[in-house]
């Protein structure tokens, strides 16, 4: 060739084929370039402000509940639900404040690369395009696991600390692990739109609009079933993605909690929508394989572009 490949002509060929195999023609996963990967998500995810502020805010719904609960006076708390009241730190977040730190987290993961021009210096050393989808994707993921035991961890401490030992929390892991799987809808689907607008602010407005939508939705189809006893608003409200979000860990602990515990949960307005758990856990796989299959799909067809303004 007489004339060289312009510089950016070769990055760009690079990140379209998107990986510098030794065996071409080879797909290669290299786990410890995608643990690399993870850590730098992780550790870019944490050094965002409005990361650490919703989290110290989730850290406040887990600590000043029970403060006021104390100075409510002995006699408005009946003894048998004081040994459950970690229930209401553990599952209170879970509707909102923990979705809403997986859209924080996820919204950004792929869009904020773009913005800052970094998503072309990753791609253009000697790492694949699944290597990166999947160290941005489990980095992001891993912070969101950790506030979910934080969550978990903070709330037992809390209600220990204040009203004594707390019963039943043989069932807390299976519960954590309920909620960091719930958490994939609006964690994937944040993911995605991340991934397809390639703007972090437009990425958190959109991802937040559809988990309110949701939310919202949820309530007015909740209130018109109750109303007329319509079996129509009640299946769509099912398959909102907020109803298997917020139900499949309830589904987990309920049959595992005595009366005490169930009360307190019902005295704080905790209810799951759904009724089965099988059925929840489906749909919540449904929503988040679409939303991965979608981003991985788009990501490999459309160009990694340079630093966009």
């Known amino acids: ?22 065996h071409k023609g080879v797909w290669e996963l290299n786990i410890g370039k995608v643990r690399t990967l993870a850590l730098y998500e992780l550790q870019r995810t944490v050094a965002r402000k409005k990361v650490l502020a919703l989290v110290i ?20 708390i009946p003894l048998a639900a004081r040994p459950y009241l970690w229930v209401v730190g553990v599952f209170l977040p879970q509707a909102f404040f923990l979705q809403f730190i997986a859209l924080f ?3 950004g993961s792929m869009s904020e690369e773009y913005e800052q021009g970094t998503a072309e210096i990753l ?10 989808f999947l160290g941005k994707f489990s980095g992001g993921f891993s912070l969101l696991t950790l506030v979910v035991v934080l969550n978990a961890v903070l709330s037992v401490a809390s ?5 004594g030992p707390q019963l039943s929390l043989e069932i807390l892991p299976s519960v ?38 949701s939310q919202i939705a949820g309530i007015i189809l909740g209130a018109i079933f109750r109303l007329t006893g319509n079996e129509f608003d009640h299946l769509l409200d099912l398959y909102l993605p907020t109803s298997p979000v917020n139900s499949l860990p309830l589904l987990v602990a309920r ?24 059925f929840s856990i489906g749909l919540i796989a449904v929503y988040a ?21």
């Open 105 to 107: 987290i996820s919204a």
């Open 289 to 309: 394989i679409v939303s991965l299959v979608i981003t991985r799909v788009y990501f490999g067809w459309a160009d990694v572009a340079k630093k966009i303004s």
């Open 255 to 278: 049959p595992s909690l005595p009366s005490g515990a169930t009360s307190v949960l019902q005295l704080g307005g905790i209810n799951a929508i759904e009724s089965s758990v099988v």
């Open 176 to 213: 954590v692990i309920s909620q960091v799987f719930s958490a994939l809808v609006f964690f994937c689907a944040a993911f995605m739109i991340g991934e397809l607008v390639r703007r972090s602010s437009l990425a958190y407005i959109i991802a937040s609009a559809v988990f309110f939508t």
């Open 123 to 132: 791609l253009s050393k000697p790492v694949s395009r699944d290597e990166y």
């Open 159 to 163: 209600s220990t600390l204040t009203f």
């Open 1 to 22: 060739m007489g004339s060289g490949t312009p510089l950016d002509r070769v990055l760009q060929g690079r990140t379209r084929r998107g990986v510098h195999r030794r």
């Open 57 to 76: 805010l989730t850290i406040l719904v887990d600590t000043i509940p029970y403060y006021f609960l104390s100075t409510a006076g002995s006699s408005s």
